[in-house]
């Protein structure tokens, strides 16, 4: 396996982080509440989001390793589901599929930032507290019956990061959401993003992730009735995904961490 970073330069760059990544998050929210308050359409904020998970992954040393970007069709609105293993994740999947204007389901903890929050609330992205199901749903339904329909909304389906490093079972939202909205299912595996930043401690380090895009999952033909299955045959793409995606990373002599 690749010799991973020292602890100096972990050190190093973890400080550079907590310096330059909030002042990055501060401009780039700034610019995104004016966007957003001046009507500009969802393709110019999307740039604003492509811009900071550029930036993240260039101050964290971030490598990605993307495989399966063909099979987003342009245009398509999909709800997105990958494996959820790092706060890293969502900057790895917004730089790896630039094309793809996404929005996301985010815990209340990122809402209540000061701007950063408000640069979410009016840009697309929905709050969720996961203890107040009804709630969550009426939000859900708020922002996708306003959702361009170009926009493509991203569920972390295990519903928080797995502190254990394995995958975990799915909960019910996406599924829902895709049956009701009629939006195909984009599975994706993500491999790498553990070691990067854990969910223990902030300590950033330089690494590679690995993006494995699946085919989408369509629902035509399909009814709410179905939730269950689209569900189970959802976690069964993206379990096979992330385990390619761990693969890849050991093929180059990179550890992926976790659990398989």
């Not at 996404?102 to 996961?130: C, S, W, Y």
């Not at 991203?154 to 939006?183: P, S």
């Amino acid at each position: 396996m690749a010799e991973p970073p020292g602890a100096i330069e972990t050190a190093l760059r973890t400080g550079v982080a907590v310096l330059v990544l909030p002042l990055v998050l501060l401009v780039h929210s700034l610019a995104a509440i004016a966007a957003a308050l001046g009507g500009a359409r969802p393709a110019s904020v999307h740039r604003l989001y492509l811009s900071t998970s550029r930036w993240f992954l260039r101050v964290g040393g971030t490598r990605l390793l993307v495989h399966g970007q063909e099979r987003v069709q342009a245009g398509q609105a999909y709800v997105v589901v990958p494996n959820h293993e790092s706060g890293w994740d969502p900057f790895c999947v917004m730089a790896a599929l630039p094309d793809l204007v996404v929005r996301f389901i985010a815990k209340r903890q990122f809402m209540d930032i000061p701007v950063v929050g408000h640069a979410l609330r009016l840009t697309g992205n929905v709050r969720v507290e996961r203890t107040r199901t009804r709630q969550d749903v009426a939000r859900i339904h708020t922002v996708m019956d306003r959702r361009a329909p170009e926009i493509s909304i991203l569920f972390f389906a295990e519903g928080t990061r797995a502190r254990d490093g394995a995958l975990h079972r799915f909960k019910m939202g996406a599924f829902a959401t895709a049956l009701g909205y009629r939006l195909p299912i984009l599975p994706i595996g993500i491999a790498g993003a553990r070691p990067v930043w854990t969910a223990t401690v902030f300590r950033l380090r330089r690494g590679t992730v690995a993006i494995e895009v699946g085919e989408p999952i369509p629902v035509e033909g399909l009814s709410e009735d179905d939730r269950e299955g689209l569900r189970d045959r959802t976690f069964a793409a993206v379990r096979e995904l992330r385990t390619t995606a761990r693969q890849r990373l050991r093929d180059a002599r990179v550890d992926p961490g976790g659990i398989d």
